[in-house]
């Protein structure tokens, strides 16, 4: 009798207590974050155009990026304090994080003026993901997987039909070598400082302050460049709201987001889910803009949304995958 009534034991169900607070970690870091802020930078197409005539695209790419930039260094907690907490070399990686944020603007606007939007997307979005997929790989970080090796070349080759299918399916120009060149060089960037803030972050770093630091410092850095391009746009009420998106939400928001995601996803993971960007940047074409897509271009949005929902633990040994 003693038995049966000492059976039912009050501290057995409280073992599976914290549960709740346990499934709830992973939305702090992931593909949800990053896709998010795929869909905030899918947006800046759309917004740039509202701009008023005549402003240069470099001159608003890095208008956003001066003022996002400097808005996360001031707003993130321990941001300016990163330098001091870091290793030497790790110094040294958020001066070459620094300069490849202030390279992207620089070299992307000037290669879509060249090549157009649709090359310009194509190889900088495109080159990212496998760039920085080796760029882990030469670095001992992690190793690419068949699986992350399929969805990324889906996605890849979706991004690819999804903006060329206009010159696909008409007449197409030639391509300007100077211009992919340009293109090339910022999805280098990008890889480049998505490699290194993910792995300040891996390496215990806080995400805010890691983007912070690393955005801050490129704002600072294009700063100089204000005397060279045309920044009388700004003095308007439309050049202003324009600014202020961009810097708000395409800048300060969507790289706080992808910071929280490199927590627990790896760099090219990361890169191959912004993939998503053009196809956001297409729908809005379509919808806000009045723009038209062929089918090849719809068949390409299919593919990419297919290697986008893949799953993406790309890489193994990836030190932000459990974390």
């Known amino acids: 009798m003693p038995n049966r009534t000492s059976r039912p034991t009050p501290a057995r169900p409280a073992v599976t207590a914290p549960r709740p607070a ?15 802020a795929s869909l905030l930078w899918g947006t800046t197409g759309t917004a740039s155009s509202l ?22 260094l001031l707003t993130s907690r321990r941001a300016r304090s990163l330098p001091a907490r870091c290793t030497r070399s790790e110094r040294w990686l958020l001066v070459l994080g620094a300069l490849a944020v202030a ?16 090359v310009a997307t194509v190889i900088a979005l495109g080159s ?4 920085a997929g080796l760029l882990s790989w030469f670095t001992g970080r992690a190793r690419p997987t068949a699986r992350w ?14 903006v060329l299918g206009p010159r696909l399916t008409g007449a197409g120009t030639p391509v300007d070598l100077t211009g992919v ?8 960037s990008y890889a480049v400082y998505a490699s290194i803030g993910g792995g300040l972050i891996t390496h215990g770093h806080e995400s805010g302050a890691v983007m912070g630091a690393l955005f801050g ?3 600072l850095l294009v700063l100089p460049l ?30 706080r987001l992808f910071g929280h995601g490199l927590r627990r996803t790896s760099a090219s993971a990361a890169t191959s889910l912004t993939l998503a960007e053009p196809a956001v940047a297409a729908v809005l074409g379509v919808a806000a803009l009045g723009e038209r897509l062929p089918y090849v271009s719809w068949c390409g949005l299919a593919v990419l949304g297919l290697g986008l929902v893949l799953p993406h633990p790309p890489v193994k040994g990836a030190a932000t995958e459990g974390r």
């Not at 346990?22 to 998010?36: E, W």
């Not at 701009?51 to 996002?68: D, E, H, K, V």
């Not at 990212?128 to 760039?131: M, R």
């Not at 746009?233 to 395409?250: D, N, Q, S």
């Open 181 to 188: 060149l340009l293109a090339a060089l910022a999805g280098l």
């Open 103 to 118: 390279g992207y603007p620089v070299t992307f606007y000037p290669a879509v003026a060249r090549t157009g939007v649709a």
């Open 226 to 255: 204000a005397p060279f391009v045309d920044v009388t746009w700004l003095g308007t009420v439309r050049g202003a709201a324009v600014a202020g998106y961009l810097a708000l939400f395409t800048v300060y928001l969507a790289y």
């Open 149 to 162: 090796t399929g969805a990324t070349s889906a996605a890849v080759l979706g991004c690819a039909l999804l």
């Open 217 to 219: 410092a490129a704002g």
């Open 128 to 131: 990212a993901p496998v760039l």
């Open 51 to 72: 701009a008023p005539a005549g402003a240069p695209a470099a001159s608003i790419g890095c208008a956003a990026l001066a003022l996002g930039g400097i808005l996360l």
């Open 22 to 36: 346990r499934s709830r970690r992973p939305l702090l870091g992931g593909p949800a974050p990053i896709l998010t």
